[in-house]
T-cell receptor, first 115, second 113 residues
């Protein structure tokens, strides 16, 4: 079984500051991990994903995440926040390559950017 | 660029009405999903389909029903809407087994008065 926990339902940073959104997962098999972003009144859009290749994954809009098996974490970072980064961010886990495995989403973290 | 569409985007209806939320994708994906999402809350899987004539209930119990007669079309129906059905409904399709990425539609925000 898989589960994912996002620490902090709301994160606020200043424009230009580091963005760090935390995600911890639980999986009984080697996981696939995802970060999605949701802008107001829109569906979710894939930011990046880890599927057992390189542990540091680069995504769109300058975001990246590092898979740390020892810490069961997949935190999302961006060196310098931009006002356009304000959105809801969802971490998700899938039980590897099994076609029967469904994606499990976290509860989301709302990112606010202060001018 | 993902091509997945949902209509209507917004719907306000009275209690007891029958409604159908449309979802279509042009990518030929076999797997499709319906999620329910309350404002600022997590996504709850309510239905999924792994192909034509295949439908399953998700983790969250829902009074809605779905059908999958064609690969590209996955409508969701509420026979008698109630205020408790007020929510956002997100449809997604999955590029499995190639990338395991889910592509989402823009959502339908349903309000039942």
């Amino acid at each position: 079984a898989q589960s994912v926990t996002q620490l902090g339902s709301h994160v606020s940073v200043s424009e230009g500051a580091l963005v760090l959104l935390r995600c911890n997962y639980s999986s009984s098999v080697p996981p696939y991990l995802f970060w999605y972003v949701q802008y107001p009144n829109q569906g979710l859009q894939l930011l990046l994903k880890y599927t057992s290749a390189a542990t540091l994954v680069k995504g769109i809009n300058g975001f990246e995440a590092e898979f740390k098996k020892s810490e069961t974490s997949f935190h999302l970072t961006k060196p310098s926040a931009h006002m356009s980064d304000a959105a809801e961010y969802f971490c998700a886990v899938k039980g590897g390559s099994s076609s029967a495995s469904k994606i499990i989403f976290g509860s989301g973290t709302r990112l606010s950017i202060r001018p | 660029e993902a091509d997945i569409y949902q209509t209507p985007r917004y719907l306000v209806i009275g209690t007891g009405k029958k409604i159908t939320l449309e979802c279509s994708q042009t990518m030929g994906h076999d797997k499709m999903y319906w999620y329910q999402q309350d404002p600022g809350m997590e996504l709850h899987l309510i239905h999924y389909s792994y192909g034509v004539n295949s439908t399953e209930k998700g983790d969250l119990s829902s009074e809605s029903t779905v059908s999958r007669i064609r690969t590209e079309h996955f409508p969701l129906t509420l026979e008698s809407a109630r205020p408790s059905h007020t929510s956002q409904y997100l449809c997604a399709s999955e590029d499995s087994p190639y990338s395991d990425t889910q592509y989402f539609g823009p959502g339908t925000r349903l309000t039942v008065l």
